[in-house]
Structures are given as structure tokens and as C-alpha cells.
């Protein structure tokens, strides 16, 4: 076996247990009442903007505090800034400008960079989720990556491959640094984290007017 040959199967052996790991903390975000309702197929416009305004909270502090402490391994972070794209979707379905910038922002805790790449891990999945969602919503909703669903596209045709080389950044930083734990129980963490600040927001936000000419 080539060193290259045993470096590659350690990337997949840790990859695996990441995702064996954080399983069961990433099935209960997916079972949250707004990941739920995202999915519905009566899912509405109200439903869409308050988990967009729920995930902004998360994705501003991602950007804002992760992104920082982690610069020197994921060397493409300006390819991967996403909260903008949240803006100009809560703006096209219907939110106004004052009501995107009283919209809360968590705040994350971590002491390491393996701690902020098990962070990263978790929002980046999810932009990889997004196409399922952004598929769902274009034909519930109508909404489209021009106009309303610009979060969901994502990466659009890159997000496959901005994800690949994610993953290999973050294996090759475990390998090198042998800190597959700190970034394991950070994801999990993360999950969790996500999952009730969905239920925290979700459950104190109101019904916002709707933009309704926009597909027709």
C-alpha cells in the first residue's frame, strides 16, 4: 500500500466516523418542527422565511467567529459566504430591511480550531442538503435561485466540489494534528446547538407579510 494509498483510506475511515458519530444529533435537527415544516408539502412562505430567519442567526456567526479562527485551513472561505444570500431571499419574499437587521445572531464558543472546523463541518452540510431543499421549494413555492431561493442553490454547480474539498482539508487537518475527537463532539455539539436554536427562534417568531406577484 502507497503512503498516499494509506493517507486517502485514513481521510475515509475518519469521514465515516464523523458522520457514524454525529448521526444521531443530526437526526434530531432533521426531526426539529422547522426542518419538518421546510419539507411539508404544503410548506408556505411563512414557514420558508422563518427558518431562513432562523438560519441566519447561525450563518452570520459562522461567518463572523469560524471563519477567522480557521482561515489557514479552508483557504476558499470567500467562495463560502452564504448570509448574504439569506438577505436578498427574506427581501424577496417579503421581510424589510429592518426586520433582517433585528434579527438575532447566536453567539459560538470554542478554544481551538478543531473545535471551529467541527462548527464548519455542520454548516457546510447543510448548504450540501440545501439542493434537496432548494428542488423542493422551487416547485411547492416557485421560488428560484434569481429570486427567493438563492440560500438553497447555494455553491449552485460548485457545491459538490467546494464540499469535496472541504472534507479533504478537514481530514488532512485531523491527520496532521491527530485531534479527531475535538472535532467529533464540536459537530455534535454544533447539531444540537442548531437544533434548539431553531426551536428558540422558531417558537418567538411572528407571521411576516408575503410578497405574492413574484411568481406569477
Not at 456567526?61 to 472561505?77: G, N, R
Not at 481551538?112 to 464548519?120: C, E, F, H, R, T
Request: one cysteine or more; aromatic letters at 12%; proline letters at 2%.
Amino acid at each position: 500500500m502507497s503512503e498516499a494509498t494509506a493517507f486517502n483510506t485514513e481521510q475515509d475511515l475518519f469521514f465515516k466516523q464523523l458522520r457514524q458519530e454525529t448521526a444521531e444529533s443530526h437526526q434530531s435537527l432533521e426531526d426539529n418542527r422547522l426542518s419538518k415544516a421546510i419539507l411539508n408539502p404544503s410548506v408556505s412562505i411563512q414557514d420558508y422565511q422563518t427558518y431562513l430567519a432562523a438560519l441566519f442567526g447561525v450563518t452570520v456567526a459562522c461567518e463572523d467567529q469560524i471563519f477567522p479562527a480557521i482561515s489557514q485551513v479552508i483557504t476558499d472561505l470567500p467562495d463560502r459566504y452564504k448570509s448574504r444570500l439569506i438577505i436578498d431571499d427574506l427581501l424577496a419574499t417579503g421581510f424589510t430591511e429592518a426586520e433582517i437587521d433585528a434579527l438575532p445572531v447566536y453567539h459560538f464558543e470554542f478554544s481551538s480550531v478543531a473545535q471551529a472546523l467541527g462548527i464548519m463541518y455542520v454548516l457546510e452540510g447543510s448548504t450540501l442538503g440545501g439542493r434537496f431543499l432548494y428542488k423542493h421549494t422551487h416547485e411547492v413555492l416557485g421560488l428560484t435561485f434569481e429570486s427567493g431561493a438563492s440560500y438553497f442553490w447555494g455553491y449552485g454547480t460548485q457545491t459538490g466540489n467546494l464540499w469535496k474539498s472541504f472534507i479533504s482539508a478537514l481530514t488532512q487537518f485531523v491527520e496532521e494534528h491527530e485531534e479527531r475527537g475535538e472535532v467529533i463532539a464540536s459537530a455534535k455539539n454544533t447539531f444540537t446547538i442548531i437544533d434548539n436554536w431553531l426551536r428558540q427562534t422558531g417558537a418567538a417568531s411572528v407571521t411576516r407579510p408575503v410578497v405574492t406577484d413574484q411568481h406569477e
